[in-house]
């Protein structure tokens, strides 16, 4: 669920060319640092959740930021 | 300054970009400045406050005219960028046409990414720190639009951003020009972004009582030279002018709109606001202005004000300008349009003079209805555009601080 919310963001607003491998790592998928830091925020504010520096790194890969974000009990709404 | 006797080489204006508040295109805000159609609206930014009205950019697509890196960039910066652009695809200088280590940048702001700073400082204030947007400082800070723009189009030239308020975009110009003058440069993108209709500057503004108060027509509000004029309307957008030198434009077959003939640049040393008196500094830009150029002010034959419509700032540079000038030269402030521009008033008053030099037109100055009994006579070009060869023209910008600067243009 989480993994098609972040790969939406990610060809979106940060123009991740699709079809976005989920277990690919940030930084293989050439979000670079800037991008990386604006996606926590956004992920903080949509979700009113806290993401530290070393939850979210270039090496995180999609899918263990989707498993992170359903571990905090991040909630989709419609 | 350079000697008079040593060669100088000509520098000729061959495009312009303009994001302006009666047009997101140099065609659409040129025809607005000849109509004499006054940008000024009620601005819901504003709602509420003691003035709530501006001459606000609308129909700006800042993704469509920045592509997808818009979501980095303050208004000040989708506004400059959008503008070089336009200007670099007008100049058709493209890839390969030019050497990128030899494009320069300079761009002048007044204030810089102020709408990045209100807002996250209202997050930080409610929601605490963790709320602050990492993308905060390389938004807001105010270098980042010149560094956007030669980012954006891959220039390695130097790129410089120059502060000097109201003065801004037009000291830009004669910094691009002496970079050109010197060789540092081939080509220079110069001008000038603002993007500061904002709660917090308009009320700041309005706290100094300077903005007008025509609340019931804000159409009405921004009134240069008239007699009845009661201060400016804040303004936003860029103009980004291409420069580059004459024998370089003609090998490529381009003329270019106009001559960029010479620069003048001084300071009032008088007062934090209010203008010398006198307009000593106005003078002393003016008279350094035309040596630059080696023209003579009975050459000239259009002046296009700074005039903002306050009452103190427009009678110091009519009498300026009558005692330069006589009461012969066409005066036009296309601010009676456009509004107060801020740091992006001077490239798009110095874009608006260069078309009048290429096209022998001269906007008149909107909401011009009667002269103020207390001010020389001066020729102001008001009610229609006026049909007329302009050989050389002058465009006076002067900020806070008593910063003053003046560019002078003439035939390409």
Redesign the interface.
């Known amino acids: 669920m989480f993994v098609h919310y972040l790969s939406d963001i990610l060809a979106g607003?940060y123009?991740v060319p699709a079809p976005i491998d989920p277990d690919r790592s940030f930084q293989q998928l050439e979000v670079d640092s800037?991008s990386l830091?604006?996606l926590?925020?956004q992920l903080?504010?949509e979700f009113g959740i806290?993401i530290e520096e070393e939850e979210l790194t270039p090496a995180t890969t999609v899918t263990a930021l989707a498993e992170f974000l359903q571990a905090r009990g991040a909630v989709l709404t419609a | 300054m350079t000697a008079p006797s040593q060669h100088r080489p000509g520098v000729v204006v061959t495009g312009i970009g303009m994001v302006t508040p009666v047009g997101v295109t140099t065609g659409e805000a040129w025809k607005a400045a000849c109509a004499g159609l006054p940008g000024a609206t009620d601005d819901p930014r504003l709602a509420g406050l003691g003035v709530s009205f501006s001459c606000a950019v609308t129909g700006f697509d800042a993704e469509q005219a920045c592509g997808?890196e818009a979501?980095?960039m303050d208004p000040f910066t989708q506004f400059a960028v959008a503008a070089a652009r336009a200007a670099v695809a007008d100049a058709a200088v493209t890839d390969g046409s030019w050497d990128p280590s030899r494009v320069g940048v300079v761009l002048g702001t007044a204030v810089g990414g102020q709408q990045t700073w209100e807002e996250q400082g209202r997050r930080m204030a409610v929601r605490g720190p963790?709320?602050?947007?990492?993308?905060t400082v390389?938004k807001a800070i105010g270098n980042i639009a010149a560094g956007t723009v030669a980012l954006d189009l891959g220039l390695h030239g130097p790129s410089l951003s120059v502060s000097t308020a109201c003065a801004s975009g037009t000291t830009a110009l004669g910094v691009a020009l002496d970079l050109l003058r010197a060789g540092r440069c081939d080509v220079v993108l110069a001008g000038g972004t603002e993007a500061t209709v904002t709660p917090l500057v308009a009320t700041a503004f309005d706290r100094l009582k300077a903005l007008s108060r025509h609340g019931d027509e804000p159409a009405r509000a921004s009134r240069p030279f008239d007699a009845r004029r009661g201060g400016f309307v804040l303004g936003e957008g860029a103009a980004v002018l291409v420069l580059e030198r004459a024998e370089d434009a003609r090998s490529r077959g381009r003329c270019g709109y106009a001559r960029l003939l010479g620069y003048g640049a001084s300071s009032d040393s008088h007062h934090l606001t209010a203008p010398d008196p006198e307009g000593r500094g106005a003078r002393l830009a003016l008279r350094q202005a035309l040596s630059d150029a080696r023209v003579r002010a009975s050459d000239v034959s259009l002046v296009n004000a700074h005039a903002t419509g306050t009452p103190q700032g427009d009678a110091v540079e009519a009498r300026v300008i009558a005692g330069m000038f006589g009461p012969k030269v066409a005066v036009t402030s296309t601010k009676g349009v456009t509004g107060h521009m801020l740091g992006a008033a001077g490239a798009v008053e110095a874009a608006f003079t260069a078309l009048s030099v290429d096209q022998g037109v001269i906007p008149p100055t909107a909401n011009f209805e009667a002269p103020d009994a207390d001010l020389p006579e001066i020729d102001i070009v008001h009610g229609a555009p006026r049909h007329t060869p302009v050989s050389v023209a002058v465009s006076n910008s002067f900020g806070f601080g008593g910063q003053n600067a003046v560019v002078v243009l003439g035939s390409a």
């Open positions: 607003t123009k800037l830091a604006e926590g925020a903080e504010d806290t | 997808g979501r980095r963790r709320a602050v947007n990492p993308l390389p």
